[in-house]
């Protein structure tokens, strides 16, 4: 099916443990972004990436490592799960600035608790 | 810093009126700035984009202005239905490269 997938949806992991979060789009889409929300704190930017092999830090990217080797993927790893990155995370997509097309199209979520 | 701040109660209205939805930024002039409808459980859904040099952009019942000036965008929704229920995220653009900040959001309840 098109479009934006995430995996996994719910996740419980330990303290110190290292945990991945899966990203897939299908449009081809050069700009793909992590997010996470959390109560009173809306969307906040983890880490952001232009094209295949060119990511950039976001407002909130302590903790967080990324990686996209290919267009389509953009795994985020959390290196050492800390309680304080309990929440939701995001991913989303973006056609980019040559298709003069802005809108993001996210993904279903994945609900991360951190014990 | 960027500062995005909308509404931060819950705006409850009745079906049929037109809610209005408030965003301010400070510290900085977006290029363009994105409307985004987030449903419970759900990622942020696209609605409008409105550029600097635009006043006003219309979608069917939906209505953005954006005053560079005030640094205030306006979000209406005219003969709200409780389908409109949801909350209301603005996004300005922070840097080319469509990198967004998002406010925290505004809840709206159409009652009917």
């Known amino acids: 099916d098109a479009g934006i997938t995430q995996s996994p949806r719910y996740k419980i992991t330990e303290t110190g443990r290292q945990v991945t979060l899966m990203c897939h789009q299908t449009w081809s889409h050069s700009y793909m972004f992590w997010y996470r929300q959390d109560l009173g704190h809306g969307l906040r930017l983890i880490y952001y990436s232009a094209a295949a092999d060119i990511t950039d830090k976001g407002e909130v990217s302590d903790g967080y490592v990324v990686s996209r080797s290919k267009t389509e993927n953009f795994p985020l790893t959390l290196e050492s799960a800390t309680r304080s990155q309990t929440s939701v995370y995001f991913c989303a997509s973006s056609e980019g600035g040559l298709a003069d097309s802005y809108e993001q199209y996210f993904g279903p979520g994945t609900r991360l608790t951190v014990t | 810093s960027q500062k995005i701040e909308q509404n931060s109660e819950a705006l409850n209205i009745q079906e049929g009126k037109t809610a209005t939805l408030t965003c301010n930024y400070t510290?900085?002039?977006?290029?363009?700035l994105q409307w985004y409808r987030q449903d419970p459980g759900r990622g942020p859904v696209f609605l409008l984009l409105i550029r600097e040099n635009e006043k006003e952009k219309r979608k069917e019942r939906l209505k953005v202005t954006f005053d560079t000036t005030l640094k205030q965008s306006l979000f209406h929704i005219t003969a709200s239905q409780p389908a409109d229920s949801a909350t209301y995220l603005c996004?300005?653009?922070?840097?080319?490269?469509?990198?967004?900040?998002f406010g925290a959001g505004t809840i709206l309840r159409v009652k009917s």
């Open positions: 510290n900085y002039s977006p290029a363009y």
């Open positions: 996004a300005p653009l922070v840097e080319y490269g469509n990198k967004l900040v």
